[in-house]
């Protein structure tokens, strides 16, 4: 019994001395792959410069990566308070509307109950309110008594206290006075048109003919793209900086020789605990329709105080798909890859809050010669 333990012991013992080598294993092959060596000449004749990370004072901009969202101030969700079935729709998805323009018609019983009180309590009241007038006069004539105007007038306020619950209750289905009073010998159904509330472009168009709709319905979604939202993050350690900062710049590739401005409304009151990131948010208006949902770019917002901090050329840091990289010396003719983050801007500089510390050498020119380099061997490895 004790020579079969002692032999599990040993084998579980090298089973984990293996399991430990294929991981070390692993991570150096990783290591390995994002590092670069060149020979002399190679680095002589692509003109690969090299400066030592030191700390400097900068004052410019923080450059945060951003979307554009719809400003949710000019954004609509249509439906409707009353049970019915789509009769006519109006307008498909990308159709501009002005506000008040109808997108659709409802029929229904409910509808027609509905409008059917309205016109009940309306002549109740017209009636009462002649009855009332009449015994006024009657009375300053002395010909009628004063309890027979109190009558009149309790009877007058009740239709009057009646007809504003129906009046009102056509109006939050759509009806207007005049629409609620047409059709009066419809004593079956009823139609109503369902209009929009703003103006600005459909977005969203979630009912066909025939269907049954009812108050839990989206039938569209309206956005006025007037004036947008550009959303995006700083890492919480910036957000001093930027305070009191208030006009901004958003840039896009795919418009890029123009900078829309903007004014900042927005920032979050907390961090979000996994990235430890803020979110800011700008109102920018869109001359031209030019800037839609969901398009990607960047926000530049100007750092009110100078920091002392590690500062690079930005020819230094390469663009990867939002994350940004460097190449550090690690050897006479060896340069690692490595992630960093990145934070104000000043002209042709750019700081680099994570991932380089002081005094360590890193490629000011030639990083994408190494980036082309570094892609040749992974090609390499993975063939």
Not at 40 to 48: A, P, R, V, Y
Not at 262 to 290: C, H, Q, W, Y
Request: hydrophobic fraction near 35%.
């Amino acid at each position: 019994m004790k020579k079969y333990l002692v032999m599990s012991i040993i084998f579980s013992l090298v089973l984990t001395g293996c399991k430990g080598k294929e991981e070390n294993a692993g991570r150096e092959q990783k290591e390995e792959l994002s590092k670069v060596t060149l020979s002399d000449n190679s680095i002589k004749e692509t003109g690969i410069e090299i400066s030592e990370a030191r700390f400097t004072s900068i004052s410019g901009y923080i450059t945060a990566t951003a979307r554009i969202i719809p400003n949710q101030d000019e954004e609509a969700v249509v439906g409707t308070f009353v049970k019915g079935r789509v009769k006519k729709v109006f307008f498909n998805p990308g159709s501009f509307v002005k506000q008040g323009q109808a997108l659709m018609e409802l029929e229904g019983l409910e509808i027609g109950e509905i409008k059917s009180a309205y016109r009940k309590t309306k002549a109740q009241l017209d009636f009462t309110e002649a009855a009332y007038k009449r015994q006024k006069t009657l009375n300053e004539q002395n010909v009628t008594s004063s309890k027979s105007l109190l009558e009149s007038k309790a009877e007058y306020d009740k239709a009057l206290a009646e007809f504003k619950a129906e009046d009102e209750k056509i109006h939050s289905i759509g009806l207007t006075d005049e629409e609620a009073l047409d059709n009066l010998s419809d004593h079956s159904s009823g139609k109503v048109i369902i209009k929009a509330p703003i103006a600005g472009i459909i977005s969203e168009r979630n009912v066909i003919l025939g269907e049954l709709v009812d108050e839990s319905t989206n039938a569209f979604k309206i956005i006025n793209t007037a004036n947008v939202w550009a959303e995006g993050r700083i890492y919480e350690k910036d957000v001093p900086d930027i305070k009191g900062a208030l006009n901004v710049s958003f840039i896009t590739s795919i418009y890029p020789n123009e900078t829309f401005s903007g004014r900042m409304i927005f920032t979050s009151p907390s961090v979000d605990e996994k990235t430890r990131t803020v979110i800011l948010r700008a109102a920018i208006p869109n001359t031209g329709g030019k800037l839609k949902p969901e398009i990607f770019g960047e926000l530049k917002i100007p750092v009110t105080n100078s920091v002392k901090t590690i500062v690079m050329p930005a020819d230094a840091v390469i663009n990867d798909n939002g994350k940004y990289f460097v190449f550090v010396q690690t050897g006479n003719n060896t340069f690692e890859k490595r992630d960093v983050k990145t934070g104000i801007r000043e002209g042709n500089n750019v700081e680099i809050a994570e991932g380089v510390k002081e005094k360590e050498k890193v490629v000011t020119k030639g990083a994408f010669y190494l980036k082309s380099e570094l892609l040749k061997s992974q090609f390499g490895e993975e063939e």
